[in-house]
């Protein structure tokens, strides 16, 4: 059957209703690491806006700080007596710990070479954040949700740990890991009423994905890569990190949901995507 036959819906999809979801995190305490920018402002924001009390913590100060809902402390997460403290400020000032969002990571212009070019420093220091400081969050927030026989942990972790290129010898195998540690801590906890699992965003639209656009071919290059045609927005991860910790996904855990518009399906061997023309405006 020719595509002719439903117009409607294949060539105006947009003009079809699409749908809408609400949570309702009224009571819910939620730390997010890495939470002043990008995809962790965008968790915290969606947290709060459905009821939930949120810790952001992060080294840079949210740029809301008079949204009543989040608590901001300052906070590096390579260091594991900054993690403790975070989950501790969180039990002391909401009572409890509901949902850890592991989102804290950097990577480093530098650190797009091969890896006998790598700066120690620069491995160190992706190290310390992108998988110590994911190790360290969850050590405390586990063992405070062990206790409660309850909780959700998400780690963020990326398109780059499924799939590589040149010139990425860190991030990606860091990535890799930590969805192994959502499937292992998900299913050493699985019969605690804990759940854990990873979510692998595509390129986004954040301010780690534009250090590095030139490297990456400019932003229409990128784009044209993600069958969808187009970057991500961090609310669009946000979404998915709200789905995963409540109910609606309550058989869910030790896995990896890829939010990436299609990247990690489509093969290298097959015909490009034709450029879009360049919008005049």
């Known amino acids: 059957m020719s595509d002719s036959s439903f117009p409607n819906s294949v060539s105006s999809p947009s003009k079809r209703p699409q749908g809408t979801v609400r949570y309702d995190n009224s009571g819910r305490v939620v730390l997010v690491t890495g939470g002043s920018n990008g995809i962790g402002l965008a968790i915290c924001r969606y947290f709060a806006s459905s009821g939930a009390s949120v810790l952001c913590a992060d080294i840079v100060e949210y740029p809301d700080l008079n949204e009543e809902r989040v608590h901001f402390l300052r906070t590096d997460v390579s260091l594991e007596s900054d993690c403790q403290h975070a989950v501790a400020t969180a039990i002391e000032k909401f009572g409890a710990m509901d949902v850890l969002v592991n989102n804290a990571a950097i990577q480093p ?152 518009g299609g990247l990690g399906a489509f093969g290298a061997f097959a015909d490009p995507y034709a450029m879009p023309p360049i919008d005049p405006s």
């Not at 212009?109 to 110590?132: G, H, W």
């Not at 801590?185 to 605690?192: F, L």
């Not at 969808?228 to 109910?247: D, F, H, Q, T």
């Not at 996904?249 to 990436?260: G, P």
């Open 109 to 260: 212009p530098s650190s797009y070479v091969r890896v006998e070019d790598l700066k120690a420093d620069d491995y160190q220091r992706m190290l310390a954040i992108n998988f110590s400081g994911y190790t360290f969050m969850a050590k405390y927030a586990l063992k405070v949700m062990r206790a409660q026989r309850s909780g959700v942990v998400i780690n963020i972790s990326s398109g780059q740990a499924h799939r590589t290129t040149r010139g990425v010898p860190v991030y990606g195998p860091i990535k890799a890991a930590n969805i192994l540690q959502a499937m292992q801590w998900g299913v050493e906890y699985a019969r605690d009423g804990i759940r854990v699992v990873s979510v692998s965003p595509g390129a986004i639209d954040t301010p780690l994905v534009r250090a590095s656009l030139e490297a990456q071919g400019g932003e229409r290059e990128l784009a044209n890569r993600h069958p969808l045609g187009r970057i991500g927005k961090p609310e669009e991860i946000a979404a998915a990190v709200l789905w995963l910790s409540s109910s609606e996904a309550s058989f869910i855990t030790a896995t990896d949901l890829q939010v990436d």
